[in-house]
């Protein structure tokens, strides 16, 4: 069964978010495992590419974004629309509401920030999960 956590920041920014789902990333990637990022919408796809590129000059995380034909598929992809049918592993979810095709993925990340909006979707997407039984781990990293 799928295994959800939460991470919650202290920040409100969505550029803190990005950032600190770079840094997931550059962990999850390290361990080997095969990393979905599901963006709302392209533009914020595209952003999250860049600072993939950019957030840390001794790092390289190979990566594209879904539909890419000039890249070939990547270990760690980004997209907004459906779901990579080649990705089951790791989800990182970005998006309100929760793709209903998060539950073919062994893990789901959910990054929240202190942001209402995000705040509340990110309620309705842990009650959501609780409800139907799925093991929730919920991190504060606020300090």
Same mark, same amino acid.
């Given at each position: ?6 991470? %919650?920041?202290?920040? /409100?920014?969505?550029? @803190? ?6 840094? *997931?990333?550059?962990?999850?990637? +390290? =361990?080997?495992?095969? %990393?979905?990022?599901? /963006?709302?919408?392209? @533009? ?6 860049? *600072?993939?590129?950019?957030?840390? +000059? =001794? ?85």
């Amino acid at each position: 069964m799928t295994t959800i956590d939460f991470y %919650i920041l202290g920040q /409100t920014q969505t550029t @803190d978010r990005h950032r600190f789902v770079c840094n *997931l990333v550059s962990k999850v990637y +390290g =361990e080997g495992r095969n %990393i979905y990022i599901h /963006t709302s919408n392209q @533009d914020d796809a595209k952003q999250l590419d860049q *600072l993939l590129w950019s957030f840390k +000059g =001794e790092a390289f995380i190979p990566h594209n974004i879904i539909g890419d034909a000039e890249q070939p598929q990547a270990q760690v992809q980004i997209g907004w629309g459906e779901h990579p049918d080649h990705h089951h592993d790791v989800l990182i979810n970005l998006s309100s509401p929760q793709p209903n095709f998060f539950s073919r993925f062994d893990r789901v990340l959910e990054v929240v920030i202190q942001d209402e909006v995000v705040l509340t979707q990110t309620r309705q997407h842990y009650k959501f999960y609780k409800e139907r039984g799925y093991q929730v781990t919920y991190r504060d990293l606020r300090v």
